[in-house]
């Protein structure tokens, strides 16, 4: 079964310090990896995507993630959190076909 | 230039109404999305159309019938409406399913049913 686990509801960072929001996936097919993030009363704005190429993925707003299959995980980074960066993280999982599946959401909080 | 728009943006209504909401994409894409996400931000995807065919229907009531009069658009109508279809409600659109199946979401429709 295919299914995606973003392991905490919330994490709180200051401003300047390093970001990290965990997923998780289970696939058993080769997947195709996504990272949206969504502000407040706003669409959902996609950061970047894997798909089978580099492992280490640069995304918009310093942001990037490494797919490692040996532990399926997808873990968003930021080497220093900014403000702007207070909003709900959604990793997103697609193993072919027209059918995604989000994962719950994690909610960053950046503390001046 | 909007890429994905929705109308309207809030929709406050009474149970048993009877309401739709439209969604348009400038994007050329050939799949569109609906989604729900609920009070605790948990999105669910509803339906998905490529090229106005109907290719994901997932367990959402009957009162919720999506319509799709041509790959610009999709709609969604949903009739008796319930409290608990209190939610946002997002649509999506992409290219062909492929590698990657990369959306483009458009700016949610809060609905609320009182």
């Known amino acids: 079964a295919q299914s995606v686990t973003q392991l905490d509801s919330h994490v709180s960072v200051s401003e300047g310090t390093p970001v990290l929001l965990r997923c998780n996936y289970s696939?058993?097919?080769?997947?195709?990896l996504f990272w949206y993030v969504q502000h407040p009363n706003k669409g959902l704005q996609l950061l970047l995507k894997?798909?089978?190429?580099?492992?280490l993925v640069k995304g918009i707003n310093g942001f990037e993630a490494e797919f490692k299959k040996s532990e399926t995980s997808f873990h968003l980074t930021k080497p220093s959190a900014h403000m702007s960066d207070a909003a709900e993280y959604f990793c997103v999982l697609n193993t072919g076909g027209f059918k995604t599946i989000f994962g719950a959401g994690t909610r960053l909080f950046v503390k001046a | 230039d909007t890429a994905v728009s929705q109308t309207p943006k809030y929709l406050v209504t009474q149970m048993g109404n009877d309401k739709s909401i439209k969604c348009e994409q400038n994007l050329g894409h050939d799949t569109m999305y609906w989604y729900k996400q609920d009070s605790k931000k948990f999105l669910k995807i509803m339906f998905s159309y490529n090229n106005k065919e109907l290719i994901i229907n997932e367990t959402v009531p009957n009162r919720f019938s999506p319509k799709s009069p041509d790959k610009a658009h999709l709609n969604l109508h949903i009739n008796s409406l319930e409290l608990g279809d209190s939610a946002v409600y997002f649509c999506a659109s992409s290219q062909l399913a492929g590698d990657p199946l990369e959306q483009y979401f458009g700016p949610g429709t809060r609905l609320t049913v009182t």
């Open positions: 696939s058993s097919y080769s997947p195709s």
């Open positions: 894997y798909t089978s190429a580099a492992t």
